[in-house]
């Protein structure tokens, strides 16, 4: 299936590795010019040039602080410079910190709605006004599967990824007159650094070995495996091109079948 990318500007956040970089490469395959941002560098750069090995598409990256508005609109505007026009805006972040609600102060919550929540929307702000001279445009926010059933290890991002859903839902039919879609990525178990880390806090806490708790959670998936970042970019793909074009306001779950939610 030809997915109408080739030529299509998009911007993948926290694109330099994990589930941005897998749809990054998804979107770079199509033909897609791809502006890629995260926050460390040289490795943004280094993905940056490998996509464009592997690919032969058009990459640019940028260093980006999800947590300061300036670096946000520079990364908009060197992507305008570069491609001048923005088609795709994939929203994402590295999630904050696990733990319960006694392990967090204000600090704490200030900091993961900066990361998570106020990012998002600064990041769709940013991009709204070059897809409404185009009256058209994919927005793809990755949230998490605890939108759908919340995890005890992981309340900050509950709670922040839960906003960051409601906000694509309200978006997504404040702005279809105008020919924009947005949509919500949620990824259950992918084979990614922050599965891993993740599961060595928990190793960390209740004192079981990484490799069986590694083990007996791949095994609780109904697929019987982990997902790959890859099979989680296919998915980003599909929701910022024009197969997807009657597709707004939904919410896309690639888990291998392991949530029980009916919706």
């Not at 967090?104 to 106020?118: G, I, N, P, R, Y």
């Not at 309340?155 to 947005?182: D, H, Y």
């Not at 949620?186 to 069986?212: H, S, W, Y």
């Amino acid at each position: 299936m030809d997915l109408g990318l080739k030529g299509k500007t998009i911007m993948v956040a926290a694109g330099s590795r994990g589930l941005g970089l897998g749809i990054a490469r998804q979107v770079a395959k199509e033909g897609a010019r791809v502006s890629i941002a995260a926050p460390t560098e040289p490795r943004v750069h280094e993905s940056a040039a490998k996509l464009r090995d592997e690919t032969g598409a058009s990459v640019i990256s940028a260093v980006m602080d999800a947590r300061d508005h300036a670096s946000i609109l520079k990364w908009r505007d060197d992507t305008l410079d570069a491609f001048e026009s923005i088609d795709g805006l994939v929203v994402n972040a590295g999630g904050p910190p696990a733990g319960l609600f006694d392990d967090f102060d204000d600090a704490d919550w200030a900091s993961a709605f900066e990361l998570t929540l106020l990012s998002a929307v600064r990041m769709i702000r940013a991009v709204l006004p070059s897809m409404r001279a185009g009256q058209s445009g994919s927005i793809v926010t990755v949230t998490s599967s605890s939108v759908k059933e919340p995890i005890d290890m992981l309340l900050l991002s509950n709670v922040m990824r839960s906003g960051v859903t409601s906000l694509a839902k309200s978006l997504s039919r404040q702005l279809a007159g105008e020919g924009i879609r947005v949509n919500n990525l949620v990824p259950g178990a992918i084979n990614t650094d922050r599965l891993k880390g993740l599961m060595e806090t928990q190793a960390a806490r209740t004192g079981e070995p990484f490799k069986k708790l590694w083990d007996s959670r791949a095994a609780t998936v109904p697929l019987g495996r982990f997902g790959e970042p890859d099979e989680f970019g296919q998915a980003g793909a599909f929701l910022l091109s024009d197969a997807a074009a009657y597709i707004t306001g939904e919410t896309l779950i690639v888990d291998g079948g392991a949530m029980n939610t009916v919706w």
